[in-house]
Antibody
Framework: EVQLVESGGGLVQPGGSLRLSCAAS????????MHWVRQAPGKGLEYVSA????????YFANSVKGRFTISRDNSKNTLYLQMGSLRAEDMAVYYC??????????????WGQGTLVTVSS | EIVMTQSPATLSVSPGERATLSCRAS??????LAWYQQKPGQAPRLLIY???TRATGIPARFSGSGSGTEFSLTISSLQSEDFAVYYC??????????FGQGTKLEIK
């Protein structure tokens, strides 16, 4: 069974840093690209960042570029999101999601339950 | 960036009836379109990918159609567990996937 379990969320002051983790199991983690997607309270879904299966390529939404980094440790089946210079608008539930491929392209099939990041003084 | 627009924002339907949700892309995404269901406090659940292919374990009452810029999700006979928020998402532009703002399906 595919499982994605996020952790690391919590309360952080504006300007602070936080590292999120996503522990994967039930599939060959190193074969899949991964995404982080966030959802502000009561709002819709927003792409944050993506990483290739081997970690060699990383991508960021303009809203987080230069402040967030994404990485993975395939030996530990874990995905990370290092968040810095946090702002009130970064407050959200952060989900990790697995990327799979078919003839229509690369899409997200399994999502974790999310971890809440609260940015407040 | 491809903008996804869903309509209506809220849809009120009685159990057992049919519901049709719409999604429009600001430019063609071919068939690179997915639908997700989200219930309160839960993660999004993949329903449809490739615009019309049901994901594993998704009941046959869920169907997707469309291509290019116009898409729809139809639930043929609403069950109590289907009342939720539904999002469409384009994955035509890796990795800048964009989502619609969601349609809340509520009990009439």
């Amino acid at each position: 069974e595919v499982q994605l379990v996020e952790s690391g969320g919590g309360l952080v002051q504006p300007g602070g840093s936080l590292r999120l983790s996503c522990a994967a199991s039930g599939f060959t983690f190193s074969s899949h690209a991964m995404h982080w997607v966030r959802q502000a309270p009561g709002k819709g879904l927003e792409y944050v960042s993506a990483i290739s299966n081997n970690g060699g390529s990383t991508y960021f939404a303009n809203s987080v570029k230069g402040r967030f980094t994404i990485s993975r440790d395939n030996s530990k089946n874990t995905l990370y999101l290092q968040m810095g210079s946090l702002r009130a608008e970064d407050m959200a539930v952060y989900y990790c999601a697995r990327v799979v491929y078919d003839s229509s392209g690369y899409f997200l099939d399994y999502w974790g339950q999310g971890t809440l990041v609260t940015v407040s003084s | 960036e491809i903008v996804m627009t869903q309509s209506p924002a809220t849809l009120s339907v009685s159990p057992g009836e049919r519901a049709t949700l719409s999604c429009r892309a600001s430019q063609s995404v071919s068939s690179s379109l997915a639908w997700y269901q989200q219930k309160p406090g839960q993660a999004p659940r993949l329903l449809i990918y490739g615009a019309s292919t049901r994901a594993t374990g998704i009941p046959a009452r869920f169907s997707g159609s469309g291509s290019g810029t116009e898409f729809s999700l139809t639930i043929s006979s609403l069950q109590s567990e289907d009342f939720a928020v539904y999002y469409c998402q384009q994955y035509s532009q890796w990795p800048l996937y964009t989502f619609g703002q969601g349609t809340k399906l509520e009990i009439k």
